[in-house]
């Protein structure tokens, strides 16, 4: 069954430190999407992707970056981890019809 | 761009009754609306959705209402379980797959007393 994967599923690292959290969908969609969630806020989105090569900035982008190399993959990188992105990240991609299908979730924490 | 106001944040009811949760939203070019529930530790995952083209959908216990004009929608579950525990979102957007993220409310923590 086609399928959206992400990796780790956990994380722990240190201020300062470059982070990438993997996303791997096998549906073929051409979009696709990174969210965080915390307490309070619901999902925020981060970055998302019409296609190879295309990156756009969504809701809270500062200190985050994409990139898309081919259809299945969307890193998600933390060029210099800081303590207010301690968050769990959803990634997502979009069918057709508009129905968003999401990741697992990574959890990470900044210390 | 849009947003997405959800009440309440908490709801309490007893088993069996019935749960009401209402968004609005500010975009009145959306016309997309998804519902996603969120269990504990989970990844949220649609369980009804509408266009704006229907004001009404039902699937089982579960219904969504659309007022366009006024700009809101609701989730209704009927003869609630405690399987019905868990976080519920809203969302509005654009359908047809478009690249543009979904706005989502900051969700609803439905709680069901036994």
């Known amino acids: 069954d086609a399928e959206i994967t992400q990796s780790p599923r956990h994380k722990i690292t240190e201020t300062g430190r470059q982070v990438t959290l993997a996303c791997h969908q096998t549906w073929n969609h051409n979009n696709m999407f990174w969210y965080r969630q915390d307490l309070g806020h619901g999902l925020r989105l981060i970055h998302y992707s019409y296609g190879v090569q295309d990156t756009n900035k969504g809701e809270v982008s500062d200190g985050y970056s994409v990139s898309r190399s081919n259809t299945e993959d969307l890193p998600l990188t933390l060029e210099s981890a800081a303590s207010s992105q301690t968050s769990v990240y959803f990634c997502?991609?979009?069918?057709?019809?508009?129905?968003?299908?999401f990741g697992e979730g990574s959890r990470l924490t900044v210390l | 761009g849009e947003n997405v106001e959800q009440h309440p944040s908490t709801l309490s009811v007893q088993e069996g009754d019935s749960a009401v949760i209402k968004c609005t939203y500010s975009d009145s070019a959306s016309n997309y609306f998804p519902w996603y529930k969120q269990e504990l530790g989970k990844r949220p995952q649609l369980i009804i959705d509408?266009?704006?083209?229907?004001g009404e959908k039902k699937d089982q216990r579960i219904a969504v209402t659309l007022n366009k004009t006024a700009k809101h929608f609701s989730l209704h579950i009927t003869e609630t379980q405690p399987e019905d525990s868990a976080v519920y979102f809203c969302?509005?957007?654009?359908?047809?797959?478009?690249?543009?993220?979904?706005?989502f409310g900051k969700g609803t923590h439905l709680i069901i007393q036994p």
């Open positions: 997502a991609s979009r069918a057709p019809a508009g129905e968003l299908f």
């Open positions: 969302a509005a957007g654009y359908s047809g797959g478009g690249a543009d993220g979904l706005t």
């Open positions: 509408i266009r704006s083209n229907v």
